[in-house]
């Protein structure tokens, strides 16, 4: 079965490169269909089409899967020969598909699930949503989905800064579903990510619930073993900078130096402290505000000891603000990614 497809179904579409040839899509597997099973949620006793996926039957409408698919409106497109097999009249469809990552797409194209990350830490659902509406040409739903990883992932540090962030193997999901649909912007924070992970989670991948499992590739892989020293490094010299030369941080407005720079110390301790604790050795862009809020004299009543002056703690503020902003500035660079001069990194505007 051959057909030919078109290439103009929208931004992230195009952007994507080519989809993949219809006979990729629907394999030539035919199997007995007294072993399939029908789906609870979707077999529709009028549906008009049988799409089987891992033994599993979805009786669908074949007007509405035409209507918001290009890749099934182009194989409804073709007259089926008349010895093709069919079920009461249904023509059955074989995809290569697990049966749970198409009963996601299947509930958003024909009963419109919405989608919340609250209920999808791990990115399973949206991996399924991405990953199938780019096989079947669904430009509404890619972009909505690429939307929602783009946001987890932000291109803006003011975006990443009001986050919180926790790291887990979806990172390792995050760069190969932007690498699939040509999102690079998701690339420096999403691999900033993967670095955080342990070597052994970063080399056996992010499993999903049907079974399928997402690796990096070696090129990726090999950027993370990269950043890894980088962000490291970065994280000591920036401890140093920041809080080993207490006196050189102190505001040349403070009032108290000797007590400042007895409290830089400490600061120092803590921070370095926090840097040697497992898994956290790479941590170059996380704030410090969990070591910097117990000495901050905004946070605490007037009289309370071991304060940093007001002034001090301003200009310790500032100096982490520019080192954010040039690590952030830097952060695609040094993971290797090179973007394109129409994507946007670090710039103001909206995260789109
Ligand atoms: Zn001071």
């Known amino acids: 079965m051959k057909h030919t497809m078109s290439s103009d179904s929208g ?102 699930k919405r989608y919340s990350q609250e209920d999808d830490p791990e990115l399973d659902l949206l991996s399924f949503r991405i990953r199938l509406a780019h096989k079947y040409g669904v430009t509404s739903l890619l972009e909505a989905s690429v939307s929602k990883l783009k946001a987890l992932y932000p291109s803006r540090l003011a975006v990443w800064q009001s986050m919180r962030h926790t790291f887990s193997p979806r990172a390792i999901t995050a760069v190969n579903l932007a690498h699939l649909t040509g999102t690079l912007t998701v690339l420096p924070a999403a691999l900033y990510c993967c670095c955080q992970l342990p070597d052994a989670t970063l080399l056996r991948g992010a499993t999903h619930p049907d079974g399928s499992n997402d690796c990096l590739n070696q090129d990726d892989l090999l950027k993370c073993i990269g950043g890894k020293v980088y962000f490291a490094q970065e994280q000591m010299q920036t401890i140093c900078f920041l809080f080993l030369r207490g006196e050189a941080s102190c505001s040349h407005r403070c009032p108290s130096k000797p007590s400042c720079k007895g409290i830089f110390n400490k600061i120092h301790s803590k921070a370095l402290a926090r840097a040697w604790e497992r898994d956290t050795i790479a941590w170059a862009m996380e704030p410090w505000d969990d070591i910097l809020n117990k000495f901050d004299p905004r946070r605490h009543r007037p009289d309370s000891p071991n304060m940093l002056c007001v002034a001090c703690m301003k200009r310790i503020d500032e100096m982490i603000e520019e080192h954010f902003t040039s690590m952030w500035d830097g952060l695609p660079y040094h993971l290797g990614v090179t973007l394109d001069d129409t994507d946007k990194w670090s710039q103001s505007g909206t995260e789109e």
């Open 11 to 112: 931004e992230v579409a195009n952007h994507a490169g080519k989809r993949p040839r219809l006979d990729s899509v629907f394999p030539t597997i035919q199997g007995p269909l007294t072993d399939v099973k029908h789906d609870e949620q979707l077999w529709y006793p009028d549906g008009n089409i049988i799409l089987v996926a891992k033994g599993v039957g979805f009786r669908v409408y074949r007007g509405l899967l035409a209507d918001r698919s290009e890749v099934f409106r182009d194989l409804f497109s073709v007259p089926q020969p008349p010895d093709d097999e069919t079920v009461d009249g249904c023509p059955i469809v074989h995809l290569s598909d697990t049966d749970i990552a198409l009963r996601e797409f299947l509930l958003v194209l024909l009963r419109g």
